[in-house]
């Protein structure tokens, strides 16, 4: 009972999103593909999809070298850094900043969203923006570990 | 923790037991579902996307054996009712643990069966065994959105269940849980895009179920899955039926420590002592349906819950009732220090008062219950050794009464001895609990049957110091609790206490007439912190001999 403090809820949400990214990446190494392919895409049996040639940039960044895969791995592995904490960064200004959280989140639904398998993880991620947003708005403040033993009340 | 991972799991036989058949069915139904799909001869064509469709399916089945077990432990009243029958057999109290266990699995054979799918469909893709997009049937085809959709429930269920953020904000957890409703729908229909077909074309049809199961040959898990979620409808209905039987708030005590006493008055509400029940008062808030332990005994007239104002729903009820939060806190303030310098015997922390009801009148209440809980079997031991932590200490207040209850009546079964351990923080604030302790207390006949044992951890300063060391001496009452039995100082050692016991009823000191010869069970009630609970846990085992049997039991609340 008592008010949802909004940023603990966030974390939660942050830290699922950017594991199923980590783990959607990884997968997305191995099949590889872009997500929007399918606008202006053809299907060809045999053969499959083939991609507009608008987007041969993005099949490049994608396709012929995962680098999306990697770089949403990276954002995903600096969130959960960030929220678990890791131990070099407990208590610093960016462990304690909202606005550093939903910057990253938004670049990582960003990249995130590209490929394939991380569509889930960029929307999670949102939820996680927007959960921080509204901690913001309510004025909360993260503490210092100690003092956040979820208790009830104010944040 | 102390034990390790593997003694925990493995070396417990019950425990053992438990995890060898459930993680052994799971595995059992992945070996299942991946070989029945792979040797299907009707799926050929589907089995060209190799390895990835049989993990999906396999994965697919264990989560309707998942989802399955979901809802059972759920079912509180069918639990309530077969809890006698079944204690022996595993423990019923532990619902709540099992659904978790159930969704921590759920979680993880989500992502094998995700991940799986996500293979398939870029695979179907590619090779086009299937002339359409992924995409189409990752979101257009029944299968896919679904899936979707109970992931994104479970990021949402899974996130506002974790026990920091159910503590801070139940109603956050209690309306995400919900979700739950359309988490089932989705999962019924979730093989109705039909996936899994030997035809080309999915085979939709027109009538129930919609598709054309000579075609769609999935493992029609909805037929099994669904049946929980038909017994837990009834069970919802069942409790609603129930809520609206005739309820009467009949009296509102405010104690002085802050908590409002609400008795009420439902004449088809039967319990056993040590109960709890769902409390709901529409004026506050017209959905949420609250827990709360029953402290008033069965032969009591009334049912009594007492209800500290900690959140928002109570706070919103004591402003309700009129025992708003700046009443109740100026009476605690009172309180907290008449504790100190309080010389009558009887002091001003047991006195209540009644709130006025000419003024405006009672809320209507609706309460739901009673739900199980183990202290129900206290009088089949022979001693009971009764640990209530902090607030943990309200189941208590049912079963001391009840206890008190039957002694006058000389009903006591088989229990010939009663210790209760009470360890809190700062003892003033419970002060409605003193009140009933004095009165259970002074009604005492054999100073020996019942053992009032009162720990205070806080930390003591000087002025309580010395007005302990100046008021205790001598005195026929504990200066801060106002009973005969002494308060003591700090944490219990529950080894020491549970070896003297021990070693008391070997030498036939402790139980009259019951000596080394007699098997005696020493029944462990608690209710409280888990760190606390694991230790006297432990202690119970460490001292558990041949005739001795020392069992624990934990409440949840």
Redesign the interface.
């Known amino acids: 009972?008592?008010?949802?403090?909004w940023h603990?809820?966030a974390r939660?949400?942050a830290i699922?999103?950017s594991v199923y990214t980590i783990?959607?990446a990884f997968?997305g190494i191995y099949?590889r593909?872009f997500?929007w392919d399918?606008i202006g895409?053809i299907?060809?049996?045999?053969?499959?999809?083939q991609p507009s040639p608008n987007v041969s940039f993005f099949v490049t960044i994608i396709v012929k070298a995962p680098i999306i895969q990697i770089l949403s791995m990276l954002t995903g592995a600096t969130l959960v850094a960030i929220e678990y904490p890791a131990p070099f960064l407990k208590g610093t200004s960016i462990h304690r900043s909202f606005v550093a959280r939903i910057v990253l989140l938004i670049l990582h639904a960003f990249i995130a969203v590209l490929f394939?398998?991380g569509t889930?993880g960029a929307?999670?991620a949102l939820?996680a923006a927007m959960a921080y947003t509204r901690a913001i708005m309510l004025g909360e403040t993260m503490e210092e570990a100690k003092n956040n033993r979820?208790?009830?009340?104010q944040a | 923790m102390g034990e390790s991972w593997f003694r925990r799991e493995f070396l417990t036989p019950r425990r053992a037991v438990f995890n060898v058949l459930f993680y052994g069915l799971q595995l059992a139904f992945f070996a299942y579902g991946w070989w029945a799909q792979e040797t299907n001869k009707k799926l050929s064509a589907l089995n060209a996307l190799k390895w990835s469709v049989w993990v999906s399916r396999g994965a697919g089945l264990v989560l309707a054996f998942l989802a399955g077990c979901m809802l059972l432990p759920m079912l509180r009243n069918v639990i309530r009712v077969i809890r006698p029958k079944v204690a022996f057999l595993f423990p019923a109290d532990e619902n709540i643990w099992f659904h978790r266990q159930a969704a921590y699995a759920m979680a993880f054979w989500s992502?094998v069966h995700a991940?799986a799918h996500?293979?398939n469909f870029?695979n179907v893709?590619?090779?086009?065994v299937r002339?359409?997009?992924?995409?189409d049937v990752h979101y257009t085809q029944a299968g896919g959105i679904t899936g979707?959709f109970m992931?994104?429930i479970m990021?949402l269920m899974?996130?506002?269940a974790?026990?920091?953020?159910r503590?801070?904000?139940?109603?956050?957890f209690w309306y995400t849980h919900h979700l739950a409703f359309f988490f089932f729908i989705a999962l019924w229909t979730h093989a109705d895009g039909c996936f899994v077909r030997d035809s080309t074309g999915p085979a939709y049809t027109d009538t129930f179920p919609f598709y054309d199961p000579k075609f769609c040959l999935g493992y029609e898990s909805w037929r099994f899955t669904i049946w929980p979620g038909i017994a837990y409808f009834f069970e919802r209905v069942w409790r609603e039926i129930r809520a609206r039987r005739a309820t009467r708030l009949s009296k509102v005590l405010v104690h002085p420590s802050g908590a409002m006493e609400l008795r009420i008055v439902k004449p088809s509400f039967k319990y056993v002592a040590g109960q709890w029940l769902f409390i709901q008062i529409p004026e506050v808030s017209r959905y949420q349906w609250?827990p709360f332990t029953i402290t008033s005994a069965p032969e009591d007239p009334y049912v009594s819950v007492h209800i500290r104002q900690?959140?928002?729903?109570?706070y919103a009820l004591g402003d309700r009732i009129g025992a708003g939060p700046s009443v109740v806190s100026a009476m605690t303030k009172a309180a907290m220090a008449g504790a100190e310098k309080d010389d009558s015997i009887y002091g001003m922390r047991g006195d209540f008062v009644e709130v006025d009801t000419s003024v405006r009148s009672l809320p209507e209440v609706r309460i739901d219950g009673p739900y199980g809980a183990p202290a129900e079997d206290v009088f089949n031991v022979e001693v009971a050794v009764l640990v209530g932590a902090g607030i943990g200490v309200t189941p208590f207040a049912s079963i001391l009464k009840h206890i008190w209850y039957r002694q006058k009546k000389g009903a006591l079964q088989s229990l010939k001895r009663v210790e209760f351990f009470w360890v809190c923080r700062d003892a003033p604030s419970f002060g409605w609990f003193q009140t009933l302790l004095q009165e259970v207390e002074a009604a005492q006949v054999d100073p020996n049957f019942l053992r009032i044992n009162i720990y205070l951890t806080q930390k003591v300063n000087e002025d309580m110091m010395w007005n302990i060391a100046v008021n205790d001496a001598g005195a026929e009452y504990d200066p801060l609790t106002l009973l005969r039995t002494r308060t003591m100082f700090g944490r219990p050692d529950w080894q020491g206490i549970y070896a003297r016991m021990k070693q008391a009823i070997e030498v036939g000191q402790y139980l009259p007439g019951i000596n080394e010869q007699l098997k005696t069970t020493v029944g462990t009630y608690f209710c409280g912190p888990p760190v606390l609970g694991r230790a006297i846990h432990e202690a119970c085992k460490e001292n558990t001999t041949a005739n001795i049997n020392f069992t624990f039991a934990k409440e949840h609340f």
Not at chain 1, 1 to 5: A, P, T, V
Not at chain 2, 125 to 128: A, D, I, M, P, S
Not at chain 2, 162 to 165: D, G, T, V, Y
């Open positions: 009972m008592g008010n949802l403090i603990e809820w939660y949400v699922t999103a783990w959607a997968e099949f593909k997500f399918f895409g299907l060809r049996a045999p053969g499959g999809l394939y398998q889930n929307l999670y939820i979820g208790r009830g009340g | 992502m991940t996500y293979v870029y893709e590619r090779t086009q002339p359409e997009f992924a995409l979707h992931l994104l990021v899974y996130t506002t974790h026990h920091k953020i503590h801070q904000c139940f109603e956050a609250h900690v959140g928002d729903w109570t």
